[in-house]
């Protein structure tokens, strides 16, 4: 090769490095981090939080501002040491921008911290415990979904408002049964009415629920307002029905309780049951209309509550990457400031945040389940009322 | 004392077959190759290779912490995450309950694991075999039950905001991932080299015989249920060592540290490695987080093929992956 061939190759090349990251920059593909437990008990409820999430995705065409955005997936395992290897993977290896996810309170409680001292924008799915946005708060992290006393405590106090006077709780042992059941507590008690006896049993160590069921029945209470989820719920559901308590102290729940996931084990037992729930499929508004028929265009069936977690949670990331142009801001605080002049009409209701980064709930449902008229169970809406506040505790400054 | 150097060369030659001369100039180049890979691989790898490099060194003083016992004393322990657990919650504890500095937190966190390893290593070191391994398993699960219910520690949530070590006065943040690197880095060394001192001491050599054959050591006027004893406290300390630096890496602890899962693992590092061998463990947590973190990245089922690849190392790697490097050594030469 002669000299001047030489250095014509080498100019090539040279400018060709030079041209690459400049064109490399337009197409680089916005990424977002998904830590779910996809495995695992709760490996049902998060395929559907994964299907909303993305719906709200292909709304926006998995694109922000011309943008093409990747979706990075990894399973927490529901353990919080892995939640952090995890998260480090996502961080350092992917190098996404910023995470959705965070299914569990304690990896989210994790996450938070990691999310604080890396920097980097989290923005939770369900977590629903008051720490989240409240004692460890911090400006990298947000949640889609609603706090545990947003919806226990307006369900409390709904059911006082309703001429409830005395009522037994029940739930398993462990954080989030007692930040659910002391909130609907509070509530409850605000509004009038008296919680006579606060029932708690081992967590994933029983299947036997015939003592805690014989003291609730002999309570006094009008009903057992109880959380579980799982295979734990079918349980409850399942001996409540076969100590014939259904008539005379009825078992109402939350939207985990009766769980969609259940019904299929639970046969006819569903029918007649009652729960409190933040979404159902059938709820009267446009977005919600919407997001039906996007989810049944592309899964055939109905979305579910947790389907319309996954789906407010991918919303909100993408609404927020569009107000800010489909890029990370170099103080990534800004992304958090963005998100929370994030306003929209979710499958819900309004979604808007506190100064927390904490998505309210303007609405909350009561449901009754049905029998349909293809014979199978179907959700038929009650009633629907306000959502409670957040619990102070933030100690932070944004 | 003399009669514990008579003991020497026989457990130098229980543990290792080869000559001593030979044995040591190798032992020299690994250990100089290790250093220098340490100290180079800040300067040539991605941050994220960092944070690997911290996992393999937190899950290698926990695996060396648990040898002591499984490799040395021949004590199969399916118990010591409840040491690893109690590591985190102690500096948990010490700095956001009482409030208390991390350089006073740490040191008060290991005084109270030995005392407590001293305890149980006291009751669970009468049994044996079988025995002792379900004896460690229900203290673990013992622990592991207490911090699910300790509303102190809220209970299954756990303890986020552990601190790092206050670097600042070195200008320094600890929580960069070079500098933590550094910090862990040092530790584990340090840990190592304590480990590897004591097991190359008369100590060490009355445990291997203690391994070898119990009543020969008890014939020969040693004090066996002590060093037992003395052997389960220090593996303890070292396991809750590394909780101290996982809790710190994590910047959180919560009971999932002491489940039986956890304590598993380490004896699945330990065998991978190989039991006989100090660098050994170290190895084996290596092999074990980055062949687990290789196959996670090809497949969501990486723990079917981590089961597999663990069946291969057992079957066909006699004494470890170290074990298997020296028969290779062996033969070549």
């Known amino acids: 090769m002669t000299k001047a061939a030489i250095r014509v190759v080498l100019i090539a090349c040279i400018s060709a490095a030079a041209l690459a990251p400049v064109r490399a920059q337009d197409v680089t593909p916005l990424k977002i981090g998904l830590i779910l437990p996809y495995k695992g008990v709760w490996a049902a ?64 409680i994790a996450l938070s911290e990691l999310a604080d001292r890396a920097k980097k924008p989290v923005v939770m799915t369900n977590a629903h415990a008051d720490e989240i946005t409240g004692k460890l708060c911090s400006p990298y992290v947000a949640r889609t979904s609603f706090s545990a006393n947003a919806f226990q405590y307006g369900a409390g106090k709904y059911w006082a408002q309703k001429g409830v006077k005395k009522v037994v709780t029940m ?37 036997d629920w015939s003592a805690a069921l014989g003291q609730a029945g002999a309570s006094g209470a009008e009903f057992i307002y109880a959380f579980y989820s799982g295979s734990e719920a079918v349980q409850v559901v399942k001996q409540h029905a076969d100590f014939g308590m259904r008539e005379k102290v009825p078992l109402i729940g939350d939207q985990w309780l009766f769980d969609e996931v259940g019904w299929p084990a639970l046969g006819d037992l569903v029918i007649g049951g009652k729960f409190v729930a933040s979404y159902l499929p059938g709820a009267q508004n446009e977005a919600n209309r919407k997001f039906v028929a996007a989810y049944r265009q592309m899964f055939n069936e109905d979305p579910d509550v947790n389907a319309a977690l996954g789906y407010d949670n991918g919303k909100t990331i993408m609404l927020t990457l569009e107000k800010l142009g489909g890029k990370m801001p170099d103080d990534t605080a800004g992304f958090m400031t963005a998100l929370r002049t994030v306003n929209f009409d979710a499958p819900r209701g309004k979604i808007r945040f506190n100064a927390q980064n904490s998505a309210q709930l303007e609405k909350e449902y009561l449901v009754e389940i049905v029998k349909g008229a293809d014979g199978k169970p179907d959700r038929r809406q009650l009633d629907e009322f306000s959502g409670a506040e957040d619990l102070p505790g933030c100690t932070k400054s944004f | 004392m003399t009669r514990h150097v008579t003991i020497e060369p026989v457990a130098e030659q229980a543990c290792d077959s080869e000559p001593a001369r030979g044995m040591d100039v190798q032992r020299v ?63 948990g504890i010490g700095t956001a309950i009482y409030g208390w500095p991390l350089w006073a937190s740490v040191p008060v966190t290991l005084v109270c694991v030995a005392a407590i390893s001293a305890v149980v290593g006291a009751i669970c070191t009468r049994t044996r075999g079988v025995e002792f391994l379900l004896i460690t398993l229900a203290f673990c699960q013992m622990f592991y039950g207490a911090a699910v219910k300790l509303r102190l520690t809220n209970g299954t ?37 304590l480990v590897a001192r004591i097991v190359h001491s008369p100590f060490g050599s009355v445990l291997i015989a203690i391994r070898e054959n119990e009543r020969r050591a008890m014939a020969m006027g040693y004090a066996v249920g002590a060093y037992k004893i003395g052997a389960f406290t220090l593996s303890g300390v070292v396991c809750a060592l590394a909780g101290i630096l996982q809790a710190q890496y994590t910047y959180f602890i919560n009971p999932d540290s002491m489940s039986w899962q956890s304590s598993g693992e380490g004896i699945l590092m330990v065998i991978i490695g190989g039991a006989d061998a100090v660098m050994g463990p170290f190895i084996g947590a290596a092999v074990f987080v980055l062949v687990k973190q290789g196959l996670s990245l090809i497949t969501g089922e990486y723990n079917l093929f981590f089961g597999i690849f663990f069946m291969l190392v057992v079957a066909f790697f006699r004494g470890g992956v170290v074990g298997a490097f020296r028969t290779l050594i062996g033969k070549w030469r």
């Open chain 2, 157 to 193: 949530d756990g303890m986020a905001g552990i601190p790092r070590p206050d670097l600042s006065w070195l200008g320094l943040s600890a929580d960069g991932s070079i500098v933590f690197y550094g910090y862990v880095a040092l530790v584990a060394v340090a840990a190592l080299l």
């Open chain 2, 29 to 91: 180049l690994v250990l100089a190759t290790c250093a220098l890979a340490l100290l180079l691989l800040p300067f040539i790898s991605s941050e994220y290779v960092l944070t690997l490099a911290v996992e393999v060194m937190i899950a290698g003083v926990f695996a060396s912490g648990l040898n002591v016992l499984i490799g040395y004393t021949g004590l199969a322990s399916a118990g010591h995450a409840m040491f690893f657990g109690l590591g985190g919650y102690g500096i």
């Open chain 1, 171 to 207: 739930t398993a042992d462990y954080s989030a049964g007692h930040s659910f059941m002391d909130a609907f507590k509070r509530g409850f008690e605000d509004g009038g009415g008296q919680v006579v006896q606060q029932i708690w049993t081992p967590f994933q160590k029983t299947r």
């Open chain 1, 45 to 108: 409820p998060v395929e559907n939080i994964d299907r909303g999430f993305r719906v709200a995705l292909a709304e926006f065409g998995n694109k922000t501002a011309g943008r093409p955005v990747e979706v990075v997936r990894a399973d927490d395992e529901l353990t919080p040491n892995v939640a952090v290897q995890k998260f480090n993977k996502l961080v350092q290896f992917d190098k996404v921008d910023v995470i959705g996810g965070g299914v569990s309170s304690n990896v989210a």
